[in-house]
């Protein structure tokens, strides 16, 4: 299993920026994919997910209404598009998989695989 997390970046506060996290070896039917996020030193922590046969989507209400999860089947590919970017929004970003029986979706510890992290830097 492979993620590969890309999209990273410098932006200014009220800027956009597009992350891809492409996937491969999964049977994705099966699993939730998120997108978690890390300050140094503290928790890693829950930014978003979907459910990759039905497509439905979760939300942190830190970023509801800015983030947007999506996911291209064709492409084995999840998305999250971050629109009104703060600098409280500067973290090292994670995509992962999860396959349900666990802790929830909502835990990074039960996540079974992720991706190497793409760091988000947003200046005010």
């Known amino acids: 299993v492979q993620l590969q997390a890309s999209g990273g970046g410098l932006v200014q506060a009220g800027g956009s920026l597009r992350l891809s996290c492409a996937a491969s070896?999964?049977?994705?039917?099966?699993?939730?994919m998120g997108w978690f996020r890390q300050v140094s030193g503290k928790e890693r922590e829950f930014v978003a997910a979907i459910h990759w046969s039905s497509g439905s989507t979760y939300y942190a209400g830190s970023v509801k209404g800015r983030f947007t999860i999506s996911r291209d089947s064709a492409k084995n590919t999840v998305f999250l598009q971050m629109n009104s970017l703060k600098p409280e929004d500067t973290a090292v970003y994670y995509c992962?998989?999860?396959?349900?029986?666990?802790?929830?979706?909502?835990?990074?510890?039960?996540?079974?695989?992720w991706g190497q992290g793409t760091q988000v830097t947003v200046s005010s």
């Open positions: 992962a998989a999860y396959r349900p029986g666990g802790a929830g979706f909502l835990n990074h510890k039960a996540y079974d695989y």
């Open positions: 070896g999964l049977t994705f039917s099966s699993y939730y």
